[in-house]
Every structure is written in structure tokens, then in C-alpha cells.
Nanobody, 122 residues
Framework: QVQLVESGGGLVQAGGSLRLSCAAS????????MGWFRQAPGNEREFVAA????????SYADSVKGRFTISRGDAKIPVYLQMNSLKPEDTAVYYC???????????????WGQGTQVTVSS
């Protein structure tokens, strides 16, 4: 069974940091682009960041540029998201996803994790 499982979420004060991990099982995602999306209550799921299979190309939502960093890992944990200078508006469920190339829309990704909650208090 192919699975992506996020971890590293939690409760943090504004200005703090968290590092999200996305563990893979059932297949290798080394040839896939990886993305992070988030969904806050009452909102649609939105793009956060993505990285190409090689790690050479990255893309970020304007709202997180300069604060979040996406990076490639290994076969077991193919992608991380380092989140610094967190703001209350970053509060959401964060999802990792895998697809053939970097896309800003979630329909471009065929594999999804179940999500991890990130809550930033003011």
C-alpha cells in the first residue's frame, strides 16, 4: 500500500518554528516532485511549496516566501518543510503530496498524506 505520512505538526507560539516531515512507504518517490499544501477551517486547500524530483527547482506561495523552506530527503522521508517565523495565519492542516512535476494546483498531485495539524498561537 502506497502511503505518505506527515509528522512534526503541533502547537507553537507566533515567531516559533516547526519542521514537517513526510514519510513514504509502498513505493519510492525519488522521481516525483513533492509538494506541501495546507487547509485552514472554512478555506480551500492552498499551495504552500513544491520541489522538483532533483531538488533543483522550488516554488513557494508568496505568503510563505522567506519563512518556509522545502527540501528533499531520502527514500524514506522524501520531503521536509522547515517553517520559521510562524504566524497565526499559518494555522492549518498541512498535507504533503507527490506528482510528476511542480504544480500549484492540487489536481496535479496523485498521492496525498492524511495531514498534520499546525496551530500557531498569538
Amino acid at each position: 500500500q502506497v502511503q505518505l505520512v506527515e509528522s512534526g505538526g503541533g502547537l507553537v507560539q507566533a515567531g516559533g518554528s516547526l519542521r514537517l516531515s513526510c514519510a513514504a512507504s509502498g513505493r519510492t518517490f525519488s522521481s516525483y516532485a513533492m509538494g506541501w499544501f495546507r487547509q485552514a477551517p472554512g478555506n480551500e486547500r492552498e499551495f504552500v511549496a513544491a520541489i522538483s524530483w532533483s531538488g533543483g527547482d522550488t516554488s513557494y506561495a508568496d505568503s510563505v516566501k522567506g519563512r518556509f523552506t522545502i527540501s528533499r530527503g531520502d527514500a524514506k522521508i522524501p520531503v521536509y518543510l522547515q517553517m520559521n517565523s510562524l504566524k497565526p495565519e499559518d494555522t492549518a492542516v498541512y498535507y504533503c503530496a507527490a506528482g510528476p512535476r511542480i504544480r500549484w494546483n492540487d489536481s496535479g498531485y496523485g498521492y496525498w498524506g492524511q495531514g498534520t495539524q499546525v496551530t500557531v498561537s498569538s
